[in-house]
């Protein structure tokens, strides 16, 4: 080979390797370009996520509100409103739907904080609430239901790919031959708006005139630490393996430190101190259903007397995707504890535990000496709402938002539509602590 050959050989050689970095680095750039736009697209659908999850708390909570009885249940309901209007407006701003179309959406979360916030404050000074500032209020509800199915649909909408987080809707087909605009995020929010044909004028001061399991554990404190070949029997009996089947993987660190361990689609956590199941997830795909939710349930209750709890009562349980979720509150002396909660999810397939979570359970759970309630039930009573009729009552403990607990009296009530209600009152004071709306259904009974 002469000179000339050589020198024809290495440029070609030179070029192929300069087009296949070439390649590389594109192809790379593509790669990230494509995981940025998954990211952002990711964090819109969250946004939307956490939006419709806030205006649903909004709604639940201004219905709330018609049956509080007293001034310090207001307060409560009104400064969960405003956490709950301070984080929808949040995820709406981080929609990528232009202001002007959510202009009057966001005015609708703001003054329905501050607007039950206003009229809180002067029930607290002994003021009236009159029939038209009543009657405002519940149109501000019903906005924020119609908002609620709005976004339900909008969510729908987004992960069937029939709406667009693109600010401006991008026309499909050819310059000749246009076919029908795909709608994006902010038409959905334009199309609300137009409804809002009966928006009350509000006057008031205003400018538009889950914390507990970061605490460190009662149960796992001074508690003996375990070795990681306890833990997996531990974990082998709650998955109903062998401890070979288990395969080792990474702990997990923070307030409740745990070993974990998995075996196919199921997933255990062992605390280390201690050794307590903590949790139990099974991924599996749940087939036709073929048990009861009578069985599921009983199933459930069985599976706590395998692992040797005791003294846990059956409150409420949801069924959802063929899996029945039942909750588990502690008792003692009568009195139904709540903080200490557990949770078991059962396969209505096979009837097979696909899912623990005793996390509340391990971080409240202790001895305590339960005192005699201050106030009679006749008294406690008497602080339930005119609007609400006593079906039955008992003793509950009920965690605060101070992360303490308040001894109660659990009443629970039906309106006049049939609509249950759940009423806490303190045992030491009168005043109400806690509303929650009763839902049954063939699904489930749950509270909110």
Known sequence: MNNQTRTTVRIITYVTAAILVLGIFAATGAARANRYQNQLQMSYQRAVEDLASSVQSINTTLLKQQYAGTSTQMEKLATQLWRDTSAAKQSLSMLPAGEEPIAGTYKLLSQVGEYSLSLTQRAAKGESISDEELESLQ????????????????????????????????????????????????????????????????????????????????????????????????????????????KRESDEEGSMPAYNFSSGDAWASVTKEGGYLCSVMNSRTVGAQAKTVEEGRKLAREYLTKLGIKSMQESYYETSGGVLTVNFAYSQDDVIVYPDLIKVSVALDNGEIVGYDARGYLVNHQNRKIEAPALTEEKARQSVSKNLTVTSSRRALIPSSGLNEVSCYEFLCKDKEGQQVLVYVDAKTGEEEQILLVYASEDGVLTV
């Not at 501000?140 to 790919?161: F, H, I, M, S």
């Not at 050819?174 to 605009?181: C, F, L, R, Y």
């Not at 795909?182 to 538009?208: C, H, K, N, Q, W």
């Not at 399991?213 to 009662?218: S, T």
């Open 139 to 246: 149109k501000l509800r019903e906005y924020c239901g119609t908002l609620n199915d709005q976004l339900y649909q909008l969510g729908q909408d987004v992960l069937t790919g029939e709406v667009s987080f693109e600010e401006q809707s991008t026309t499909l087909g050819t310059k000749n031959n246009p076919v029908a605009e795909m709608p994006a995020v902010a038409d959905g929010f334009s199309d609300f708006e137009r409804e809002m044909t009966d928006y009350p004028t509000l006057i008031y001061d205003g400018p538009f005139s889950d914390h507990i399991l970061d605490r460190e554990p009662k149960m796992t404190k001074g508690a003996n630490t375990v070795d990681r070949s306890a833990a997996r029997e531990t974990a082998a009996k709650a998955l109903g393996k062998v401890t070979t089947e288990l």
